[in-house]
């Protein structure tokens, strides 16, 4: 395990003696980073110094440290320009590598180091991936004898899921937060294991993680009542572990109620009984392919949608393709060649005219024709899907 920690300039260039805590275990001592390697059984620690620092605190360090303790500096300019702040985090970044285990103490840092060290926190493990195992900071008052050692890793964790989140709030992305869930999950046990806390272990992260998971591919890859089955057990993960989420993934559980209402158009095709209200669903699906940005899920889902319906109207499984969805394309071709002179009651001009427009469209994408700029050819499915939603919402309404 190693440690990145900052060490100032105090005026006897020595800190004030105090015992640090660290849930049962105890280290009086005047230096922090020798608190953290015992506590967190460090054998490398990267101290962030300016000059003056190193010249006398950081060598008073090393004479009261042990011998296995293999110590480095990590020297920073004390002048806080733009330029001197990327030199910081260069300084710093390049001597830690992926898979390194690492445990940042933000104790003694100065003016806005901790802000740096969070920073800088977070490009090591999302970028670096670096294991991030705590971010402490030892609140010394004076007047106590004690300092307890505090975890700050949920400030880190905030922005993983930050991201995460956003991510499924925008686009519709669910790995970002399946992944989320199990780094929680990994890095409780892990905490277990080692002994850094004294936590019940999660029972619920790992079912809701690969529910998430699930219901993240079968909406991308059109399989709309996988991802409502996904969905419910998404809920009921939400539902069961509401604690152990509330202890181990808190923005998770603070946005639970905005996850329920934005995946509830993906519930109600968990169980397809092809009635008015499926049918509706299937639209309310299309227009959130639409929000989210996916165009090419929501004019084959349109497409579908159109044949599922006719389908329906003749009487047909819209289940099987043989027999059955194969007599509605032949419908829709014979229309379009001219062998019908009417059109049938279940199917409205308005409806047959954005067949025509999303099929010329899926064309396009299909055969990779390059007729209409990216941009312009979003917008037009997007146009031609949210026309056909308000067309079909009209005809189930009922």
């Not at 990327?86 to 806005?112: A, M, S």
């Not at 969070?118 to 991030?132: D, R, T």
């Not at 409806?351 to 999303?358: A, G, H, R, S, T």
Request: net charge negative; hydrophobic share 40%.
């Amino acid at each position: 395990m190693k440690l990145l920690t900052f060490l100032g300039a105090p005026p006897k260039g020595i800190y004030d003696k105090t015992t640090y805590t660290w849930l049962k275990q105890r280290q009086t001592t005047s230096w922090v980073a020798l608190a953290c390697a015992k506590f967190f059984e460090i054998d490398e620690a990267w101290f962030v110094v300016t000059e003056k620092a190193e010249a006398i605190t950081y060598a008073n360090f090393l004479s009261a440290k042990p011998a296995d303790l293999h110590c480095s500096p990590i020297r920073i300019p004390t002048s806080l320009t733009e330029n001197d702040l990327w030199l910081i985090f260069e300084e710093i970044t390049q001597v830690f590598h992926p898979d390194d285990d690492l445990i940042i103490d933000i104790t003694h840092g100065f003016r806005i180091q901790p802000g740096i060290g969070l920073a800088i926190a977070a490009y090591l493990k999302e970028i670096k991936k670096v294991q991030i195992w705590d971010i402490v900071y030892g609140a010394y008052e004076p007047e106590k004898q004690e300092t307890q050692l505090c975890s700050l890793s949920s400030f880190l964790d905030l922005i993983q899921w930050t991201f995460a989140l956003q991510n499924f709030q925008r686009y519709g992305h669910t790995e970002f937060l399946a992944d989320s869930l199990l780094d929680a999950e990994f890095k409780v046990k892990r905490r277990i294991a080692l002994e850094l806390t004294d936590v019940q272990r999660p029972t619920y992260l790992h079912g809701l993680a690969d529910a998430a998971q699930r219901m993240g591919q079968a909406l991308h890859l059109l399989r709309p009542e996988e991802a409502g089955r996904a969905g419910e057990k998404m809920l009921h993960s939400l539902r069961q572990g509401e604690k152990e989420i509330a202890t181990h993934a808190k923005p998770l559980h603070a946005l639970a109620d905005s996850i329920r209402e934005e995946i509830q158009p993906i519930l109600a095709q968990s169980h397809a009984t092809f009635d008015a209200r499926y049918m509706r669903s299937l639209l309310e699906t299309i227009e959130w392919y639409i929000e989210k940005g996916k165009s090419v899920q929501a004019i084959i889902l349109a497409r579908a949608w159109i044949v599922t319906h006719i389908t329906l109207h003749l009487e047909c499984n819209p289940r099987k393709y043989i027999g059955h969805r194969e007599k509605a394309e032949k419908l829709l071709r014979d229309i379009w060649r001219g062998h019908l002179h009417s059109l049938p009651p279940f199917l409205p001009k308005e409806m047959l005219d954005k067949w025509n427009v999303l099929r010329e469209l899926r064309n396009e994408i299909a055969h990779v024709f390059e007729t209409h700029p990216s941009e312009k050819l979003h917008k037009k499915i997007a146009q031609a899907c949210l026309d056909l939603v308000v067309i079909g919402l009209d005809y189930y309404k009922n």
